[in-house]
């Protein structure tokens, strides 16, 4: 079955200190990978995802197959990027798998 | 263009009930899909649909079910609450399918006592 881990519920952060936030997924076939966010009060919304290979607000995620990890990666953090972040996997084009989430606290 | 909403925000029902929720995709949009978040847990997908169609299910059971419209708007109804379907339940809409953008709702926060 498909599955994302997320080890950390929460990440502490000093401002302008570089992020990680792990991901690692089981699958077998190839697999699309996501990150969503959710700001305080705010709906959740997608971040980026790896067939873009875009970078949205400083962030970045590489798809290592070998290691099956998508983590997320921002090398200057910003107070604004505290927010509950998921990743998450979809096989097909019917239904999308998240992990639990990881709570990003960026500290002044 | 509106967004995703979702009716209603909350509501309270108790064991046995039946509930059903609503959702109004984003405009432009012919595919939702219907999500229950558990305290502290991410979003576990329940089941979509496609221009009225159900197009892909998980692993919930068949008292969990749901309508498309011909707007694209739809409802999910649970049967035979339990204390477990305590929960928010959210919708997404995207222009096609669960690979494209997913556009999120608030959310309805259900509780059963």
């Known amino acids: 079955a498909q599955r994302v881990t997320q080890p950390e519920k929460l990440l502490s952060v000093f401002k302008g200190a570089p992020v990680e936030l792990k991901c690692n997924y089981s699958?077998?076939?190839?697999?699309?990978l996501f990150w969503y966010v959710q700001y305080s009060r705010q709906r959740l919304q997608l971040l980026l995802r790896h067939i873009s290979r875009e970078s949205i607000k400083g962030f970045t995620a590489d798809l290592n197959k070998g290691e099956t990890s998508f983590h997320l990666k921002k090398p200057f953090a910003q107070e604004e990027d505290s927010a509950m972040y998921y990743c998450?996997?979809?096989?097909?084009?019917?239904?999308?798998?998240f992990g639990k989430g990881t709570r990003l606290h960026i500290l002044p | 263009e509106t967004g995703v909403t979702q009716s209603p925000t909350h509501l309270i029902k108790t064991r046995g009930q039946q509930v059903t929720l609503r959702c109004s995709s984003q405009?432009?949009?012919?595919?939702v899909s219907w999500y229950q978040q558990a305290l502290g847990q991410g979003p576990q997908f329940i089941f979509q649909y496609y221009r009225e169609e159900e197009n892909g299910r998980g692993n919930f059971p068949p008292r969990f079910s749901g309508l498309q419209f011909p707007n694209y708007s739809s409802e999910l109804n649970v049967n035979a609450l339990e204390l477990d379907d305590s929960a928010l339940y959210l919708c997404?809409?995207?222009?096609?399918?669960?690979?494209?953008?997913?556009?999120f709702g608030p959310g309805t926060r259900l509780t059963v006592l």
């Open positions: 699958y077998s076939g190839s697999p699309e």
């Open positions: 998450a996997l979809s096989e097909r084009d019917d239904k999308i798998i």
């Open positions: 997404a809409s995207s222009f096609r399918l669960a690979t494209d953008t997913q556009y």
């Open positions: 405009s432009g949009h012919n595919t």
